[in-house]
């Protein structure tokens, strides 16, 4: 079964520091990875995404670091703020097809 | 631009009642999709749509039905409703632009469904 797991399931981090939430998945064929960012009571939106032919970028204080031989990613955000607590869901898909397999999120927590 | 709109954002059905989740976009999307989440669980695909009279299977389809007359929208249908259908669904759409098919899917604001 395809799967993406995602850690951990959720995170407190004080104000400024660096969050970090880790994914990992099984097929090697997917070649399009996204990371969103859901607030409460809203729907998902997009934060940002990568293709395996880099292995970082950066957006901002968002950073995805991908790593295709561990079959990982991880978003990284820097100088967290008390605005970014939310859900954030990793997801995995092909380029050649509209599907995506979501993570099972991280609840992030930013203390002031 | 209204984006993704759902309606009811809530509902509360009885075991066996049966229920339409609307779903529409204004943006001209091809695709459209319908998510439940569940705490913990993430998003599971539960249909999905690359345009009008075209509709798919996602990961959990059981229980439910799709239509997709119009370009514009994408109602999920529970026929008997079940407790385990208790979620909150949520309606996506994209507008793929080849080679790079995957690209940034628009969610609405979510139905939260609770069947009692």
């Known amino acids: 079964q395809q799967q993406v797991k995602q850690s951990p399931q959720s995170l407190i981090v004080q104000k400024g520091g660096i969050s970090i939430i880790n994914c990992a998945y099984e097929?090697?064929?997917?070649?399009?990875f996204p990371w969103y960012q859901q607030f409460p009571g809203k729907g998902p939106a997009l934060l940002i995404a990568?293709?395996?032919?880099?292995s970082e970028k950066k957006e901002g204080r968002f950073t995805i670091s991908f790593n295709k031989s561990a079959k990982q990613f991880s978003l990284h955000i820097m100088d967290s703020q008390p605005g970014d607590s939310a859900t954030y869901f990793c997801a995995a898909g092909y380029s050649s097809a509209s599907k995506i397999i979501f993570g099972s999120g991280t609840r992030l927590s930013i203390r002031p | 631009n209204a984006g993704v709109t759902q309606t009811p954002k809530f509902r509360i059905l009885k075991i066996g009642q049966s229920m339409t989740l609307q779903c529409t976009q204004d943006m001209n999307h091809n695709y459209m999709y319908w998510y439940r989440q569940d705490p913990g669980m993430g998003l599971k695909l539960i249909y999905y749509s690359v345009g009008a009279g075209i509709t798919d299977k996602g990961e959990v389809p059981n229980g439910y039905n799709v239509s997709r007359s119009t370009t514009e929208d994408f109602p999920l249908r529970l026929e008997l409703a079940a407790p385990s259908q208790t979620s909150v669904y949520f309606c996506?759409?994209?507008?793929?632009?080849?080679?790079?098919?995957?690209?940034?899917?628009?969610f609405g604001q979510g139905t939260r469904l609770t069947v009692v």
């Open positions: 990568i293709r395996p032919d880099v």
């Open positions: 097929n090697t064929a997917f070649d399009y």
């Open positions: 996506a759409s994209s507008s793929p632009d080849p080679p790079r098919v995957n690209t940034e899917a628009f």
